[in-house]
């Protein structure tokens, strides 16, 4: 092997090291739990949507470390609450922050948000 193809493999592992720290320093979470949120965010996602009226379909959902935050405004305590419960039912959630704000009927809740 010449000097020219260790060089070059030095530099390809160190490459994929880089990277592969990079992946878990930028987020601090590796690239499966970044996977495993995502998919946990979409599936909260479909959950809401299911429901009879479309007013989950409103709240925005992220996920950090299998903890499901939603956000958004809400007609009412019990969307507010079904939402949290439904959140709560899928497989691989391990806690629900509820900060949905339930919107008073003739009461533009946007600007207190905004």
């Known amino acids: 092997m010449n000097m020219n193809s260790q060089f070059s493999i030095v530099y390809v592992l160190l490459l994929v090291l880089a990277m592969t720290a990079g992946c878990k320093g930028m987020t601090g979470k590796t690239a499966q739990e970044n996977v495993d949120d995502a998919t946990l965010t979409a599936s909260v996602k479909a959950k809401l949507?299911?429901?009879?009226?479309?007013?989950?379909?409103?709240?925005?959902?992220?996920?950090?470390?299998?903890?499901?935050?939603l956000n958004g405004i809400v007609d009412s305590d019990e969307q507010?609450?079904?939402?949290?419960?439904?959140?709560?039912?899928?497989?691989?959630?391990n806690g629900v922050v509820n900060n949905l704000k339930v919107q008073k009927h003739g009461h533009d809740i946007s600007r207190e948000l905004g």
């Open 49 to 69: 949507g299911t429901e009879k009226t479309s007013y989950l379909t409103r709240v925005d959902v992220d996920t950090d470390n299998r903890i499901v935050y």
């Open 80 to 93: 507010k609450s079904r939402a949290e419960t439904l959140a709560s039912e899928v497989d691989g959630v």
